[in-house]
């Protein structure tokens, strides 16, 4: 696998600097739908509707959006089919495929710790 290296300056690297492209970056995918959108993409290839389904309580709105904001950073890849009605088809670059590495950690982490945050939570609310 092939890594192309960021060739912009240091700042815009800087997640801490409020006008960095990294923040910018991080803000974009670092939000529940945009999480989701990619652990269910996976490795599949699927079509809107499908996406939809897979994903309780996203609205068509969030979902077009996200897609969208995805793509626009080269995380998804969107094949649209030349048929009647046109078929879309949505799934994960290899940039994405190497995202979802870091939120499947994510996701174990979760499932690892999640007694300990709802004892803590039930702790703190008491």
Not at 17 to 40: P, Q
Request: aromatic letters at 6%; glycine letters at 8%; hydrophobic letters at 40%.
């Amino acid at each position: 696998m092939v890594t192309k290296q960021f060739g912009g300056s240091p700042e815009d690297a800087d997640l801490r600097r409020a006008d960095s492209l990294a923040r910018e970056i991080f803000s974009d995918v670092a939000n529940k739908w945009a999480l989701l959108i990619i652990e269910v993409l996976g490795e599949r290839t699927l079509r809107f509707g499908e996406l939809r389904g897979e994903i309780e309580g996203i609205s068509h709105k969030m979902l077009t959006q996200n897609l969208r904001m995805l793509e626009r950073n080269g995380l998804v890849g969107r094949r649209v089919h030349p048929v009647v009605p046109p078929r879309v088809e949505y799934s994960l670059t290899e940039p994405g495929r190497a995202l979802r590495v870091t939120i499947d950690g994510m996701c174990d982490w979760t499932h690892r710790y999640l007694g300990h945050i709802e004892a803590s939570r039930h702790r703190f609310d008491a």
